[in-house]
């Protein structure tokens, strides 16, 4: 598997309640920590409004499989 690098999409592997974030959401990354060990994502809403920007650990994050689609859902 490739490493994951900023720009790149990302899958979301846990809930996230107190950021309104839910497993499976994707979000970008925008900054790589140590080499992988975090990263700072953004997830946007599909109306271009930032929902959330978190740092997350990478066992909390996966990258977008080959053949994936993506899921719309409300936000609260």
Known sequence: MLPIKEHDRIVLN?????????????????????????????FVALDGETVAVVTLESSQVRPVGRREISHARRVA
Do not use: K
């Open 14 to 42: 846990t809930d996230l309640p107190a950021q309104s974030l839910a497993t499976g959401d994707v979000g970008t990354v925008i900054h790589v920590h140590q080499n992988g060990a975090a990263y700072e994502v953004e």
